[in-house]
């Protein structure tokens, strides 16, 4: 028990001086790397493995006889989840969202210290002691108290209350709501029965099953499958028309959406709304390859006013491609980030 | 000129040229070392990769690098004619940034895989990408493993003039790792300063860095026009490793040379103490904030951190029109990144203004804007423009969006400085009923709508400054002749490489509603939106660079209430405290409230 325990307040500790290295720049803050799409696991993975290193560390102390107070346990728990998310989570939460964390890690922190009687008690106790300043030691406390409370929650207020410049938040929804259909180069194309007309096996059938078998690999790098590459001499159908989305894709997208198509290109730096990372599981993964075909052809300008139609860069395509080349970067897109199309069914 | 030895300690290296002469007179050493440059140390050849990292490298160059490169390797991928500069040709095996002396292959060694161990170049690159490129870090997204066998694959298969396991190659390796910095005080830099125009370095960077000098008549080794890097956006040097402010990067490039570009070695005619004063003369120059601390680098793009609020500070009296003055000064200045307009046709696909510098003050009657911004070339159009200055549709006019395929002579990096030279210019918008469209509504980045216009002002180079109402992307501005007269040009100067304009504009029009030009509110948000144009680049009508939405704020003297209402509350927690010691003094005494 005590060598588990012992590992658990190594972890602890090992963690926090990471931490703390990270938020005073001693230690690179990509030194544990936080990776696009797995980030809330890792966050939450993260914070439970803290948990375990501090019930480590406190078991530890308490066998070595000092014990560290219920009351501080709790209130430094509280300072650690507010330091680990305004420190350790990029790009960083807005102080709104910080808040709410922090109301609701108060409450939890607050239950925990009053889960039974004893506990409660234990919790309250350094606080009464303040308050009835029976030593010298909590009466000079308390008249510190006594003195600095009204001065910082007074500073707390004029700070709050300067006029800031802060920048405004603004919520944008990233897949509005599709129409039902959509006219591109004077064909209507039915968002429900369209189908992408270069997904097609070998005899020329649209055929899911057949490109979804030489897509690229789901690992890391996502690599094409062996014996499916595009640029083969050879390569025929499917895979042909990959090639050309391909290249149509590095003449016209990657200066936003990036070489590997994770939304970092050229120009993405400058641009807010930032570029959709077609590798994170939340974009094209998530969406029918109809839906992608409205949101390439008719671009920014044509989205839905939850969607920020007016500060949206991205081009509507059909003033400079073809609807053929529109469907074949789209499945030059789902080829690169080895995804499915999502099925109506 | 003196040398170090390759048997010198790196401990008595340092000393630089003095310690260097008396080991020489001292004697000793290989006799080839004689002709090694300071700093640099005979390496060995690496060994050549195993046949199937080779293969498997291949499987990772044509699912990510054959789209820019090209099957041979040749720097013609799909995505090259619309690149600059263009992607690498391997074949020749040149490559930019290197631990190895000029015109030397890079370290390249699969057995190496620690990043930004200065044994692998080549690594290094494909990790950190070429910030100021279309070449993006890869580190994340490739292996450590897969990085190294693409790599095997490019050095063996693709470069092809050369061979990196040639008897032939040597590779005179520059010894970092034992090299001391020298610290970058003001004698250094000092030193430094002197060098830079002592060593020629402005000739091609120009007389304050920002890549102005000698800037049309650079080429590289494939005939592609080039640039001098800017010192000012160490961000973009090609060789930044995504550290951008580290000046051991500085002290590498300056040392080994670019191959390929005109840029040389400097590690035979400086010692290696003048080589660490020049790297901190030029690192010094680097944008930094009020403070001299180094921007903060957003790590998702590798560029500056963006605050998307641009204040106006208030002022009493008249807005100084010199940059230098006391009220210009203390106020701080917003970093505005600027894309290429690459929605609508004609797309511009390489912008050479990425960002600039904004700072903003206002008065009773004016608001004023302080926009400064590096470019190279100072461009007005000779005689009068074809197009009126209303006109925003110019493609009939030759200004046209490059063609995706055209091969290497008639790529974007040919084109670059063969351009037809029009106006730099710059310009901001503003919606013009602002007050009635709640946030996050906005008329369209692009000139506004048509239910919603915008209020644009925009200054050229030929010294106008004109006012125009946007209704839309492909209309025509509408001129306003009558708020011309009340918008004021208060400077406009290119010097060095760097453009300065101040704009002054009412903060209302001639009425007090807001039915024609935007009206100023204090303390209210107003979304902004900035567009540059430099001539030299082609760029006119919608080819020029953008910026995203900002927001410009009338930043309000600070109200008598900020000061009143902390103090009613502090008294209010006195009293609280009061009260709450009482009750818990007679709650002791056993007494209830």
Not at chain 1, 151 to 157: D, K, V
Not at chain 1, 320 to 342: A, C, N, Q, S
Not at chain 2, 83 to 112: C, D, M, V
Not at chain 2, 342 to 363: A, C, E, G, M, Q
Request: proline share 7%; net charge neutral.
């Amino acid at each position: 028990m005590k060598a588990l325990m012992s590992v658990g307040a190594l972890i602890g500790v090992v963690g926090l001086l990471m931490l703390i290295g990270m938020i005073f720049g001693v230690i690179p803050s990509n030194t544990v790397r936080l990776v696009e799409g797995y980030m809330p696991m890792q966050v939450l993975s993260e914070l439970a493995i803290f948990v375990a290193g501090f019930a480590g560390l406190s078991y530890l102390l308490n066998s070595m006889g000092v014990a560290f107070p219920r009351f501080w346990q709790g209130i430094l728990f509280w300072v650690f989840i507010q330091t680990y998310l305004k420190f350790r989570i990029y790009p960083p939460i807005p102080f709104s969202v910080r808040a709410m964390y922090g109301t609701v890690s108060f409450v939890a922190v607050f239950m925990w210290v009053s889960a039974n009687e004893e506990d409660w008690k234990k919790f309250r106790q350094p606080i009464l002691n303040v308050l009835d300043a029976n030593t010298g030691f909590h009466k000079a406390l308390r008249t510190m108290y006594l003195i600095l409370l009204p001065l910082l929650i007074g500073g707390f207020s004029f700070l709050s209350m300067k006029p800031s410049v802060d920048e405004p938040i603004e919520l944008r929804t990233v897949h509005p709501a599709p129409p039902a259909s959509t006219k591109v180069h004077g064909k209507t194309y039915t968002l429900q029965t369209s189908q992408n007309p270069y997904r097609v096996n070998p005899e020329g059938k649209y055929d899911q099953e057949y490109s979804n078998k030489l897509i690229v690999e789901q690992s890391m790098g996502r690599l094409m499958a062996p014996n499916a590459n595009p640029w083969d001499d050879k390569a025929q159908g499917y895979l042909k028309y990959v090639r050309e989305g391909g290249e149509i894709f590095f003449q016209n997208c990657h200066f936003c959406h990036g070489d590997n198509l994770n939304g970092r290109g050229l120009h993405a730096f400058a641009f807010n709304p930032i570029p959709a990372n077609f590798t994170d599981p939340g974009t094209i993964a998530q969406l029918q390859e109809t839906f992608i075909f409205w949101r390439v052809a008719k671009g920014g300008i044509g989205l839905p006013t939850e969607g920020f139609p007016w500060a949206s860069v991205m081009p509507p395509w059909e003033q400079h491609l073809t609807t053929d080349e529109i469907w074949k970067v789209i499945l030059f897109e789902y080829w690169h980030t080895g995804y499915y199309p999502r099925t109506w069914d | 000129m003196s040398k170090f030895r390759s048997n010198v300690k790196p401990t008595l290296a340092i000393g630089a040229a003095l310690g260097a002469v008396l080991f020489t007179t001292i004697g000793g050493g290989p006799v080839f070392a004689e002709e090694l440059p300071a700093g640099f140390k005979a390496g060995e050849l690496a060994p050549a990769p195993p046949a199937d990292m080779i293969e498997a490298g291949k499987r990772v160059y044509f699912t990510k690098c054959v789209w820019c490169h090209g099957v041979d390797g040749a720097g013609d991928g799909p995505g090259a004619d619309r690149l600059w500069p263009r992607p690498r040709n391997f074949n020749q095996g040149t490559f930019k940034i290197r631990h190895t002396a000029s015109g030397e292959l890079p370290l390249f060694n699969y057995n190496e895989r620690a990043p930004d161990s200065g044994k692998n170049d080549l690594f290094d690159t494909v990790t950190h990408g070429l910030p100021g490129s279309a070449m993006p870090p890869w580190e994340g997204i490739l292996s450590e493993e897969q990085r190294v066998q693409v790599l095997s694959f490019v050095t063996t298969q693709l470069v092809k003039d050369r061979k990196f396991t040639d008897k032939q190659e040597s590779q005179t390796i520059l010894q970092m790792g034992s090299i001391k910095p020298v610290e970058a005080n003001e004698e250094s830099l000092k030193k430094g300063a002197t060098l830079i125009v002592d060593k020629k370095c402005i000739e091609c960077h120009g007389v304050e860095g920002r890549g102005d000098g000698n800037a049309f008549n650079l080429k590289d080794d494939w005939g592609f026009s080039i640039q001098p890097a800017n010192w000012h956006k160490c961000w973009n040097f090609r060789g930044s490793r995504q550290d951008p402010y580290n000046v051991r990067n500085i002290f590498r490039t300056f040392s080994t040379g670019v191959n390929g570009t005109p840029m040389p070695s400097f590690a035979d005619n400086t010692t290696v103490e003048e080589r660490w004063d020049i790297a901190n003369f030029v690192n010094s120059l680097c944008e930094r904030d009020g403070d001299g601390k180094p921007l903060g680098i957003d790590p998702q793009t590798d560029k500056p951190k963006i605050n998307f609020v641009v204040p106006s500070a208030p002022i009493e009296g008249e807005i100084s029109n010199d940059p230098e003055n006391e009220m210009w000064k203390k106020i701080g200045r917003r970093y505005i990144a600027m894309g290429g307009q690459i929605t609508h046709k004609p797309r511009n696909f390489v912008n050479r203004i990425d960002d600039i510098w904004v700072k903003s003050l206002y008065n009773e009657k004016n608001v004023v804007y302080l926009i400064q911004w590096d470019d190279r070339t100072k461009s007005v159009a000779e005689g009068k423009l074809p197009w009126a200055p209303t006109q925003v549709n110019v493609e009939n006019f030759g200004v046209k969006e490059q063609a995706p395929k055209t091969g290497e002579e008639g790529s974007i990096a040919s084109a670059q400085n063969n351009y037809a030279v029009y106006n730099d210019g710059i310009a901001f918008q503003f919606p013009i009923k602002w007050q009635e469209i709640p946030a996050p509504f906005k008329p369209r980045y692009l000139w506004g709508d048509a239910k919603f216009n915008a209020d644009i002002l925009k200054w050229e180079a030929d010294g106008s400054l004109r006012s125009f109402k946007g209704t839309g992307w492909d209309q025509d501005f509408e001129e306003r002749d009558d708020f011309e007269e009340k918008a004021k040009l208060l400077k406009a100067e290119w010097k060095n490489g760097q453009w300065t304009v101040m704009i002054s504009r009412p903060l209302k029009g001639d009425k007090d509603d807001y039915d024609e030009y935007t009206r100023f509110d204090v303390g209210k948000y107003i979304p902004m939106v900035f567009f540059a144009w430099d001539g030299h680049n082609g760029d006119a009508g919608r080819k020029m660079a953008v910026s995203a939405f900002y927001y410009t704020i009338l930043q309000p003297p600070i109200p008598q209430e900020v000061y009143i209402y902390p103090a009613v509350i502090a008294v209010g927690v006195v009293l609280l405290e009061g009260w709450m010691l009482t009750r818990r003094a007679n709650k002791k005494k056993g007494k209830v409230l």
